[in-house]
């Protein structure tokens, strides 16, 4: 594996201590020199406890006017200047308890975290860790949280929430408390996680990769949980290793290491858990050409394309003719075909024509088709963009010659002087038939000859629950219904399937109920399916991710299915289905999608819902159907 | 029991036949005859059902252009003409099932479906009936009813459920269906309920309340449940009797009645069936002061009232003061508060300031106290709205004399001449303390003696999950985020309480925290309480219904909480707190609030929450915090 040099994905390195250091410069100077970016440290003195005044140790007065005005004392602060902030993040007091039973301590715990959130501000602190959840109740937590987080801009708010629970390490209960608490604070996105590793981790893939759909400004990885290797040297398990290096691939989280308290592992100095963490952080898996593709995409909400509307730019010819796959499945797809359906030294001269043609692609493929296999063949190329067909002008009068016939026409009306033998387009959006393709070759259907093919000849949408704290944000930043019953086409990062993908419908062409003049109407493009989903953990789900898998022939198939997605391939990234409110998902519930395909005389859409059953089938919850006749999002015929 | 003669709370009576006539109108006419306003008739023959060609019986081309355009034969129409209009609501086809497995017979469902609904809205016919939701799943026949209905606008969607399945007498499961349609359907306000009812009527009052929160607009009572009386003529049960008054009271719905296909009432006539009802409709409970009160206010959404920001106008003053009972509890707590303090026959003259006196009620109220109990007082009448202290110098000069010193001040500043015996305000809103009470009341407390009272001695909020979709929408209506978390006071009609109110927090009076200065801040007034409701049955929640308890002075008491409510007491109408999303509540399942009241320097407000755990404790749905802050609704300092 070589070494990856590039700077955009290294992750900063913290030091965290709980010691109060009164001279917390020194601290810093210290850990720098020891390889970390930044530390992490208490904000105050555990002297300020006295507000709660437990034992009555203040006077009556004074705790009435601190509570009036909660100032610090300067001997209460560990970080006392503004020169600390950029170097530091700030700790919390951990004795403060929102969530008390006794209303006096909730209410001073209340005053005394506004008062540190107060200074961190006002010295612009890079960040504040809030220690921990409580394990019972926590409404009162994230009420506090939640009103007190209104006032921070620069300073960023992380909750320390440790990956396993001590008692339950297969449970997913630490992420529970979290999950309760940023439901009751709506996806405040001023609210982040720092997670800590613990040194038990859960077997169950699932309950680790569900952390990449949390909003991760942190990974906390205490000097406990590294193990000694044969030298001596401070190691992470082989788990351990994956976990942080998907956790520093898919979200670059600051990595904030402690020391031991005592020397656990013989040879460690004060760099060595610093250093090990750099080292995996140079050891993240390459990128590959779609990453790079995608750099900036990851997460990003795009439009799905509508080419029979709109046409494409030359720009998005361009990349997607890139697609090192695609073309490879079509050349082979049709070479296949002619294998197939010509002999050997036969003068047959195949008739295949290329519907959508674009700048060209599929025609060369056919080109390479025909040569590898040695069948003649006549390709008619129809475009119905004036732009593109200049392109196609060109290749002829350099390259095609007499083998190709441009038409310019739209699939849906062109008259054929002859018909072909195979029909070859690609049509396909990321969810199969979202950009028509269904109603395109319905249209360019009686341009096959009987017994003639069409490649692609079906193509099969999938869906499933998904979990995305930041897609979920993305759509809720729009704030208007529009964009919750949008499709969207993303290249997933930090997102969790609840459950493995199902097939919803398909498509297959040529469609025998659609007769020689083409369809009266659209209604036998109309879909519905209902798929139901057992989901193993307490999970959210904010929306569904959706797929396609096409057989373009026979065994050839180009597929974005996770489980079959051809290796590679960059031309489609997933669509994003959002839901309207993020749902609920108990351990061993039921997530039901009904999902349907639509049209009118002018128009295609979706509609779709969700609703959640719990072990007895009892009701938990049910959406409402979602892009009711099209009203927010529809593809127009 | 003396007989309502209020003609707007009669109800219209139709007559519903599953028959087909071919002379519609001679069956009108007839049905009028008999004391019918209008009859219950399906719209087509059952040859339409030929549309869904289940026996291949048109040829597939003439099926095609069916599906293209769905057109009546003249001869398939029982209601013809927009002529029989305004006296026919039409039964949909009952063969239509719009959830078939077989996706042919779904299709042609929805085209029969829109077909009917096409001609409905043509010849404007009043009303339509859906005749029954499937028993399994309905989501395809929610997703065509609500997008069908989005065309309609003068003629109304009912949807046929009875009151009971055979199968489970004590169960709601039609009602659960119709609410997985609506909860589907998002509320659509265009689509209403005909309640059937039914023989067996459950015996749990909830699983009938529960309908009172739906949007009924006709009830079906078929002849079938009626029963022969001992001179053989047809009258209903008495929970029958009780359950249909308490419908026509609440929903005013259309009352349709059917004729039994073989004589079963032995001396029964055509127009027996109808003249019941309107004997049942003749009898209603009589109309209380406080129905005339609050005619046109039920279920209407009031914003709570801010005396300490605004000042009251001359007609509100007008309206309270005419409460018959709240003043009488008011005399009736001085009296009692007199006879305790000062010994008969002496010449203590007992000091009372009224704080917020209004145009004089409670000073009135205090003068009577004086009189019957023969203590003699001296009373301060503090007021702050210089237009009621107009009112007030009227008063003095002409009845009061010199038992009354008028001030003019806001009780919060005011330093008085001497202290007094007894502090008397009204300053509570629906919830209690919403209105301000404790805050003022803790500025108005340096004026109490040491061992004086204040009337009233304390007062506590009680909150319960509520249901109401006519609540529910009329907040949706308001298509934003400020009014969902606004609380309103609400005179409630259409609702179902989930489980009995229980009580969240207490203010008592005088507050032996708050020094003799006043307060330092006003922390002391926040409270935080955590309820949770058991819940019997499945049902949806919609908001929080709030009420208050208050005590006067010793076992003087007024109420509006349902189960103390002070008879005839009409000064407050509850508060309700609307929720952000309806809530699914399972059978056996627990609904937890958790309420906050809050301050800061400037406001006091309140936040709310509501989550609902299943059976085994599992977390089934959490609302997130409404109100962060005070950002939508607040009550000013």
New interface residues.
């Given amino acids: 594996m070589s070494e990856s040099m590039d700077m955009s994905r290294m992750c900063s390195i913290g030091l965290l201590t709980h010691d109060y250091y009164d001279d917390l410069d020194n601290f810093i100077v210290q850990a720098e020199g020891a390889g970390h970016d930044f530390v992490v440290t208490p904000i105050s003195h555990p002297t300020l406890r006295r507000v709660l005044n437990e034992e009555n140790t203040i006077d009556k007065e004074s705790q ?2 601190w ?2 005005r909660p100032v610090f004392d300067r001997k209460d602060l560990i970080i006392k200047s503004a020169d600390q902030s950029a170097r530091a993040i700030g700790l919390l007091a951990n004795w403060i308890h929102l969530d008390s039973p006794d ?1 006096e301590i ?2 001073c715990s209340e005053l005394a975290l506004k008062q540190e959130i107060d200074w961190a501000c006002h010295i612009s602190l890079t960040g504040l860790i809030f220690p921990s959840l409580p394990t019972g ?1 926590l ?2 937590t ?2 506090v949280i ?2 007190a987080v ?1 006032s921070m801009s620069f300073t960023q708010f992380l909750v320390r929430v440790p990956l396993t629970d001590k008692s339950n390490v297969q449970g997913n209960i630490p992420w ?1 408390q979290w999950n ?1 608490l940023r ?4 996806y405040n996105t001023k609210i982040h996680v720092a997670l800590e590793l613990t040194s038990e981790l859960p077997t169950d893939e699932q309950l680790l990769d569900m952390w990449l759909a949390e909003p991760i400004k942190a990974v906390i990885v205490p000097a406990e949980i590294f193990v000694e290797n044969s030298k001596g040297y401070p190691v992470l398990s082989k788990p351990h290793q994956r976990f942080i290096k998907k956790l520093m691939d898919k979200m670059k989280p600051d990595m904030i290491v402690t020391l031991p308290t005592t020397s656990i592992h013989k040879l460690a100095t004060p760099s060595s858990y610093s250093e090990y963490i750099t080292y995996l952080n140079r050891h993240l898996p390459e990128l590959q050409d779609v990453d790079r593709f995608a750099t900036g995409y990851q997460d990003f909400l795009q439009a799905p394309l509508q080419p029979l509307m709109d046409n494409l730019e030359n720009q998005t010819y361009e990349v997607f003719e890139k697609d090192p796959i695609k073309y490879q499945q079509y050349e082979k797809a049709v070479y296949k075909a002619l294998l197939d359906r010509v002999e050997h030294d036969s003068d047959y001269v195949t008739t295949i024509m290329v519907v959508g043609a674009g700048r060209g692609p599929l025609v060369n493929c056919c080109l390479r088709a025909s040569e590898k296999s040695e069948r003649k063949v006549h390709i008619y190329a129809l475009e119905k963009n004036h732009n593109a067909f200049v392109t196609l002008q060109n290749a002829k009068a350099d390259i095609w010659g007499d083998k190709v016939t441009l038409v310019f026409a739209d699939m849906r009306k062109w008259n054929p002087p002859a018909k072909c033998d195979i029909l070859v387009s690609e049509l396909l959006g990321s969810f199969g038939d979202n950009e028509l393709s269904p109603e395109c070759l319905d249209g360019a259907q009686k341009f096959i000859k009987e017994n003639g093919i069409s490649i692609p000849a079906s193509y099969t949408a999938f869906a499933s629950p998904l979990a995305s704290t930041r897609l979920n944000n993305n759509v809720a930043a729009y704030k208007d219904l529009v964009h919750y019953e949008t499709p969207y086409v993303v290249m997933f990062q930090q997102v969790c399937e609840l459950a493995a993908p199902k097939p919803l419908w398909e498509f297959s062409h040529p469609n025998k109920h659609v007769g020689s003049d083409g369809p ?2 659209n ?1 036998h493009n ?1 879909r ?1 399916s ?1 798929v139901t989903f057992d989901v193993n953990h ?1 999970m959210m789900m904010n929306g569904i991710a959706g797929y396609f898998e096409s057989v373009l022939y026979k065994d050839v198939m180009i597929s974005i299915h996770p489980k079959t997605h051809s290796p590679g391939m960059f031309s489609w990234f997933p669509i994003y289905f959002p839901i309207r ?1 993020p749902v ?1 998902v ?2 061993g519930s039921k997530v039901t999608l ?1 999902f ?1 395909r639509l049209t009118d005389e002018k128009k295609v859409w979706y ?1 779709w ?1 969700v609703s959640v059953h ?3 089938g ?8 979602h892009n ?2 099209g009203r927010s999002y529809y593809v127009g015929l």
């Fill in positions: 009435e006017n509570k009036d209303a909730r209410l109740s409404y009162n994230a009420r939640n009103s209104r529970k309760r439901t009751l604070a709506e009266i109407n209604l109309i519905y209902q307490d409110t609920q108990p351990q009904d349907w509609e819902t719990g072990k007895q009892e009701e938990m919850t049910v959406l409402p159907i009711v006749h």
